[in-house]
């Protein structure tokens, strides 16, 4: 893509969106007065993420022909960062701080077994090992009245063990502080001065019943403190040096963005940044579409992730597991309390390795090649197969125009790869790779499904949204898996997710648990709970930017019937104040237990467990420029695809995107190839170009 044309009377107005991924970091620039839009695709730099960044940012730039100065409105972040770090253990070296008789719970868990049957059951080892677990003497019971505060001599002890520790960052999570913060915030002040670390609390990380999550969440954000507070800190020095004059906002694991200083105390909203910008665009093209359902499928280059929109919304879930040790296996991994996007995230990405398992059948991820070295046809060192590798024998790539020719790929090393996989299978080249890519297919369409049965949800005939480098490639495969008709391809599909957090509002979900009987609830404790999440919200939004008379609010709640273990959610309303009635949430709760379950049990009382609050800003309206030609489109070559390992390749159309105009019909079996990815158009499909250059298949056996 050229420069732009900036002789255009509207004064520009540029938005800067980066999203750093496993394997490649995207990049967005739109000027929302005229809808221009300029993308950039560079490789990530695991062991320096800015490297990555700082290049994708000059290229694109230089792309827009325009200066960082000329970039005023904050700058939108997301990032695989804090996932890959916990999953991969490439954490900071942090400590723990808690009541004296709690310091194996991070061992101890939930004692959940999420297979009963398992006698070698496996969990992942605690971000924060037990040697590195210290005890105060202290106690705060259930209903927030301190009984010990934690002595001098003991504050002083604990110092000197962490200290002596060596840690980079503390976490503090006392017994009861959900109800009363004051002892963690006496901890965290000493330990502040006296060790110059950082330091979170649990009651302002996760302040809600339950010991071990709430001691896991805080767990996991001490730990991952030092990855992110000096990359933020670096890219802010960058982008000050380079003459930006916009702030940074980074993307929440709830489909929110907060100032990147917020977004450093508490690292853990960040987990699932990058997906949940992909499900903020999907719900943007849901109500474009006018698709009351849309399976939003994401696949990149280490994961692929997919998430339901409902209704025009993606539904929210008040806790996700990470680091599981199991894809499918809910209880292998950490239950962080944290507001995320409800979405499955799965390791079968363009990079994720084939290997034999110990029955020598084929197997596909979860480990990755990620970008360094990167699959074997990158030509970086990489000798073994990827999901990439088999779909460029395939002849789904062409190797001479990835990344638009300015990556082209190693034909040899791929084929070196394949041939030693294809022998330890005893079968041809071909076979091998179409297993491959099958296989893949096979696993998203199964975790897809898997997800949707856990929400109630049947996907038959959804509308899939196909986006990430390598989403569009895979697509057709997964959709006739899950009897989908429909597949979209948006336009620069491959950096949607970057997209997303240009559409996404500023947003703050706080909760906080005060258990009480509703009908001896007092609403002025209520109302002094409420006014504290109030006052926090508007904290947060105005450090990112936003005018106090711009926030709103929306008000929940988890409810139980008295004796219950185990609540539901109910969403109440917006408004300055708590907008309903005991009356009212009686009333929801009941129907909502009816929708659930079945039935409701008369003549039991209802107990409120936890409190929450949405603080959010609309995001400004935008409304990217149509890029589709004028004229109708014809085949730029021919090659030869293979779409079925029972099936021989067939000789195959390749378009250009650039090229097709509005309302052409393309038949597959075709390739549509641009810049970032490729769109495989499979044997069965037939696609029509949309008024904004999407391309919509539809199945027509």
């Known amino acids: 893509m050229t420069a732009l044309d900036t002789n255009s009377s509207v004064a520009p107005d540029w938005r800067l969106a980066v999203d750093i991924g496993g394997t490649f ?5 739109l000027d929302a007065a005229t809808g221009a839009v300029v993308v950039e695709k560079t490789l990530t730099t695991p062991k320096a993420p800015l490297d990555g960044v700082r290049a994708g940012v000059r290229q694109l730039l230089a792309k827009a022909g325009i200066r960082p ?3 005023t409105a904050p700058i939108v972040h997301a990032t695989t960062l804090i996932t890959n770090a916990l999953i991969e253990g490439k954490i900071g070296r942090a400590g723990m701080v808690t009541t004296s008789g709690f310091g194996d719970t991070l061992l101890i868990r939930d004692e959940h077994r999420y297979d009963m049957y398992d006698l070698q059951i496996e969990f992942p080892a605690p ?3 037990r040697d590195r677990v210290v005890e105060i003497h202290e106690r705060t019971n259930a209903t927030g009245h301190v009984i010990a505060e934690p002595s001098p001599d003991d504050l002083a002890a604990i110092t000197e063990q962490l200290r002596a520790a060596e840690v980079e960052s503390v976490g503090v999570c006392l017994i009861n502080a959900y109800a009363n913060p004051a002892n963690e915030r006496a901890v965290a002040q000493h330990l502040r001065r006296e060790l110059g670390v950082p330091v979170c609390i649990s009651s302002e990380i996760s302040p809600q019943i339950r010991e071990y999550p709430r001691m896991i969440t805080t767990a996991c954000n001490a730990a991952t403190m030092p990855v992110i507070g000096p990359y933020l800190e670096e890219l802010q020095k960058w982008l000050a040096s380079e003459g930006f004059g916009g702030s940074v906002l980074m993307m929440l694991s709830n489909g929110g963005v907060v100032a990147a200083e917020d977004a450093a105390q508490s690292p853990i909203r960040l987990v699932e940044s990058g997906p949940a910008a992909g499900a903020l665009a999907g719900s943007w093209f849901a109500r474009r579409l006018g698709e009351d359902r849309l399976l939003c499928f ?11 929109i409902s209704n025009g919304e993606p539904e929210l879930t008040n806790t996700f597991e990470v680091a599981r040790i ?27 390795l084939a290997r034999l398992d110990d029955l020598g059948l084929l197997k596909v991820g979860p480990e990755s090649a990620g ?14 197969s990827a999901v990439t590798d088999a779909d460029l024998a395939l002849g789904l790539l062409d190797a001479s125009y990835f990344l638009g020719g300015d990556m082209p790929l190693d034909l040899a090393a791929n084929e070196r790869s394949l041939a030693t996989l294809a022998a330890q299978l005893g079968l041809p080249v071909g076979d091998t790779a179409a297993g491959i890519h099958e296989l893949v297919n096979e696993n998203m ?5 898997m997800h949707a049965v856990e929400q109630g949800e049947d996907l038959r005939g959804v509308t899939v949204l196909a986006f990430g480098g390598a989403g569009p490639i895979h697509a057709c495969g997964v959709a006739e898996l899950l009897d989908s008709t429909r597949v979209v391809f948006p336009t620069n599909a491959s950096v949607l997710s970057a997209f997303g957090t240009l559409v996404t509002p500023v947003r703050i979900d706080l909760a906080r648990s005060m258990v009480r009987p509703f009908d001896a609830l007092s609403e002025t404790e209520r109302d002094t709970l409420l006014d504290e999440l109030r006052a926090e919200g508007v904290r947060v939004l105005s450090a990112a930017g936003v005018r106090p008379g711009q926030i709103r609010f929306r008000y929940g709640l988890d409810a139980r019937y008295l004796g219950q273990g185990n609540e539901i959610t109910l969403w109440l309303g917006e408004g300055p104040a708590w907008p309903v009635t005991a009356l009212d949430v009686v009333d929801r709760f009941e129907s909502d237990y009816r929708r659930i379950y079945g039935l409701t049990i008369p003549g039991v009382g209802i107990e409120a467990v936890t409190w929450r609050l949405s603080a959010y800003a609309d995001a400004d309206p935008i409304e990217p420029s149509a890029t589709v030609a004028s004229g109708i489109g014809q085949a730029r070559s021919h090659r030869p695809v293979r779409f079925n390992r029972a099936t021989g390749a067939v000789d195959t159309p390749v378009y250009r995107r650039t090229d097709l105009g509005v309302g052409q019909r393309i038949v597959g079996p075709a390739i549509v190839e641009e810049r970032e990815t490729t769109t495989v158009i499979r044997p069965g499909w037939i696609v029509t170009v949309a008024a904004d250059g999407s391309l919509i298949a539809d199945w027509n056996p």
């Open 127 to 129: 971000p924060i090992p």
């Open 445 to 449: 369409a199964a975790a897809s499904r």
């Open 298 to 308: 994401d696949m990149g280059g280490t994961t692929a992730k997919s998430c339901l």
């Open 69 to 71: 100065a000329e970039i």
């Open 371 to 384: 970008a360094d070295p990167g699959p074997a046809c990158y030509g970086r060192g990489g000798e073994r």
């Open 326 to 352: 199991y894809r499918f296996k809910k209880g292998s991994g950490f239950p962080v309390s944290v507001p995320s996007v409800d979405l499955v995230e799965i390791g079968a990405g363009g990079g994720s």
């Open 25 to 29: 970091t995207d990049l967005v620039l």
